[in-house]
């Protein structure tokens, strides 16, 4: 039982460049988000899902989408880099809504993009 | 928009002695609290959670207390240890929807030997 796997763990993208952040659970769970920890901020949703198929926007969207075609997988896709995506990024899931039980994260991706 | 005060930013203590956080937060309809510990370089942990139907939960050293009068609440960690070291993150439910979490900005806790 792995519990959330995230991949890859380090990354540096050139402004502009796009990328997908990997996210994996074995948990079973409905809901996975994804979350992005800078300095200072705590923790920021930046999109989740509530199942395959069903996802939305969370209090920091822009420059990123998802999909959610199985239970499994959440990818987090950064269209265009930019500096300000410089960042630790977080997947998450839980049994229930993240708001009411035990989320589950990953190890984390730290992303730089110079 | 709603929001989760956290405070102190850091915090340094002696070995053995106590750690007090303390959060507030703005949406009055909140009722579940959890806090998460990050290590260095790690994953956020939940070491502890608190519902708004109690007042008081405690688990061996960790403590939670909520006051949803003045709505805020504090972790408490007696005898803290070296171990203890980490970035603490305290949340709130918020209202409606997908029942969100939205954190604090986290306490960087030292416990010096």
């Known amino acids: 039982n792995a519990g959330v796997t995230q991949t890859p763990k380090f990354q540096v993208l050139k402004t502009g460049q796009s990328m997908t952040l990997q996210c994996a659970q074995d948990?079973?769970?409905?809901?996975m988000s994804w979350y992005r920890q800078d300095p200072g901020m705590g923790l920021r949703l930046i999109h989740y899902?509530?199942?395959?198929?069903?996802?939305d926007q969370g209090e920091v969207p822009n420059g990123y989408n998802v999909s959610r075609s199985t239970t499994e997988d959440f990818p987090l896709r950064l269209l265009s880099a930019a500096p300000s995506q410089t960042s630790v990024y977080f997947c998450?899931?839980?049994?229930?809504?993240?708001?009411?039980?035990?989320?589950?994260f990953g190890q984390g991706t730290r992303l730089t993009v110079v | 928009g709603e929001n989760v005060e956290q405070h102190p930013s850091t915090l340094s203590v002696q070995e053995g002695d106590s750690a007090v956080i303390k959060c507030t937060y703005s949406?009055?309809?909140?009722?579940?609290f959890p806090w998460y510990k990050q290590e260095l370089g790690k994953r956020p942990q939940l070491i502890i959670d608190?519902?708004?139907?109690?007042g008081e939960k405690k688990d061996q050293r960790i403590a939670v207390t909520l006051n949803k009068t003045a709505k805020h609440f504090s972790l408490h960690i007696t005898e803290t240890q070296p171990e203890d070291s980490a970035v603490y993150f305290c949340?709130?439910?918020?209202?409606?929807?997908?029942?969100?979490?939205?954190f604090g900005a986290g306490t960087r806790l030292a416990v010096h030997p």
């Open positions: 998450a899931s839980s049994y229930g809504p993240p708001g009411n039980t035990e989320a589950f």
């Open positions: 948990m079973n769970h409905e809901y």
């Open positions: 899902s509530v199942g395959a198929g069903i996802t």
């Open positions: 949406d009055s309809a909140s009722n579940y």
């Open positions: 608190i519902r708004s139907n109690v």
């Open positions: 949340a709130a439910s918020l209202s409606g929807g997908y029942n969100k979490l939205i």
